[in-house]
């Protein structure tokens, strides 16, 4: 008997990353996977998002684990999109339990643009409220949102990081505040949301040349192997970056009975980047 026996789950940016980590990790579970991602780039971001194959690859995964997948390709910027891909999915399994709203980019270094920061903007705040808003009609009393902020939430603005990397540090600080705000309203209805704050994760969003340069601006094109020398300076931990795997498991406990009188909670994996950085305030 898994944790989420007949149980849906819908997590968008699953194509690949901590959103692929998520659906598999909740499919070992038992719940049958709603997975949602772009699958193509987007103007103003600086690296290659997903593809069609990497979405399949979920899919076979989260099937491997005895459950079903519905996949659909869709942009969560885009309202209108995330409504009809979370009405097939609950259309597909008759139900709909956990919300995982985790998609996101980062443009970062050069190639940025005003662009990066509307892109951003609609994928990371904009895609979250999308993501949340489409499927509140579907929920019931249990169910359990989990929305994915960022350590740079926790850190404050990034504004000299150009126009993405400012963006991406706005849109977080949004996210853990609708996280907060939300979370007593959908207490009426026995609804829990929560928001996972991780630092460096073992992804695309942080190997590429882009964030490279941002931890190595000493060089004009920084290799992941010298990147990586500087990624511990962002955690109290000496690690470079944890996995998605890591996030994962939080995500399972979230959506669980086991954190069934949690909710507006901002549950950091950051390898003590947060308590490094930010005095106690009593």
Same mark, same amino acid.
């Given at each position: 008997?898994?944790?989420?026996?007949?149980?849906?789950?819908?997590?968008?940016?699953?194509?690949?990353?901590?959103?692929?980590?998520?659906?598999?990790?909740?499919?070992?579970?038992?719940?049958?996977?709603?997975?949602?991602?772009?699958?193509?780039?987007?103007?103003?971001?600086?690296?290659?998002?997903?593809?069609?194959?990497?979405?399949?690859? +979920?899919?076979?995964?989260?099937?491997?684990?005895?459950?079903?997948?519905?996949?659909?390709?869709?942009?969560?910027?885009?309202?209108?999109?995330?409504?009809?891909?979370?009405?097939?999915?609950?259309?597909?399994?008759?139900?709909?339990?956990?919300?995982?709203?985790?998609?996101?980019?980062?443009?970062?270094?050069? @190639?940025?643009?005003?662009?990066?920061?509307?892109?951003?903007?609609? +994928?990371?705040?904009?895609?979250?409220?999308?993501?949340?808003?489409?499927?509140?009609?579907?929920?019931?009393?249990?169910?359990?949102?989990?929305?994915?902020?960022?350590?740079?939430?926790?850190?404050?603005?990034?504004?000299?990081?150009?126009?993405? @990397?400012?963006?991406?540090?706005?849109?977080?600080?949004?996210?853990?505040?609708?996280?907060?705000?939300?979370?007593?309203?959908?207490?009426?209805?026995?609804?829990?949301?929560?928001?996972?704050?991780?630092?460096?994760?073992?992804?695309?969003?942080?190997?590429?040349?882009?964030?490279?340069?941002?931890?190595?601006?000493?060089?004009?094109?920084? +290799?992941?192997?010298?990147?990586?020398?500087?990624?511990?300076?962002?955690?109290?931990?000496?690690?470079?970056?944890?996995?998605?795997?890591?996030?994962?498991?939080?995500?399972?406990?979230?959506?669980?009975?086991?954190?069934?009188?949690?909710?507006?909670?901002?549950?950091?994996?950051?390898?003590?980047?947060?308590?490094?950085?930010?005095?106690?305030? @009593?």
């Amino acid at each position: 008997m898994g944790t989420f026996d007949n149980k849906v789950a819908i997590v968008s940016g699953a194509a690949r990353g901590q959103g692929r980590s998520h659906a598999v990790a909740l499919a070992a579970e038992g719940a049958n996977i709603i997975a949602l991602d772009i699958c193509a780039d987007l103007d103003g971001n600086t690296y290659l998002l997903s593809r069609p194959e990497d979405l399949e690859e +979920t899919a076979r995964l989260v099937e491997k684990e005895g459950v079903r997948a519905h996949t659909v390709i869709a942009d969560v910027g885009e309202r209108s999109e995330v409504r009809r891909a979370i009405a097939e999915g609950v259309a597909q399994f008759g139900r709909l339990d956990i919300v995982v709203a985790n998609a996101g980019i980062c443009p970062m270094g050069d @190639g940025q643009s005003l662009q990066s920061w509307s892109d951003t903007v609609d +994928t990371d705040l904009a895609g979250v409220f999308n993501v949340v808003q489409a499927s509140l009609p579907h929920l019931g009393d249990g169910a359990s949102i989990i929305a994915t902020g960022s350590l740079a939430a926790q850190l404050g603005s990034a504004t000299n990081q150009g126009p993405g @990397g400012s963006a991406y540090s706005l849109a977080k600080q949004l996210v853990a505040r609708y996280v907060n705000d939300l979370a007593v309203q959908l207490a009426k209805k026995n609804i829990r949301i929560n928001a996972v704050h991780p630092t460096n994760v073992n992804t695309d969003m942080l190997h590429n040349e882009g964030m490279y340069r941002v931890f190595r601006p000493d060089l004009e094109h920084p +290799t992941r192997e010298e990147a990586e020398v500087a990624f511990p300076a962002m955690q109290a931990m000496r690690v470079p970056y944890i996995e998605p795997k890591d996030v994962s498991e939080a995500v399972v406990f979230l959506a669980s009975d086991s954190a069934r009188y949690i909710t507006g909670s901002q549950l950091r994996i950051d390898a003590g980047g947060y308590v490094k950085s930010v005095p106690w305030k @009593g």
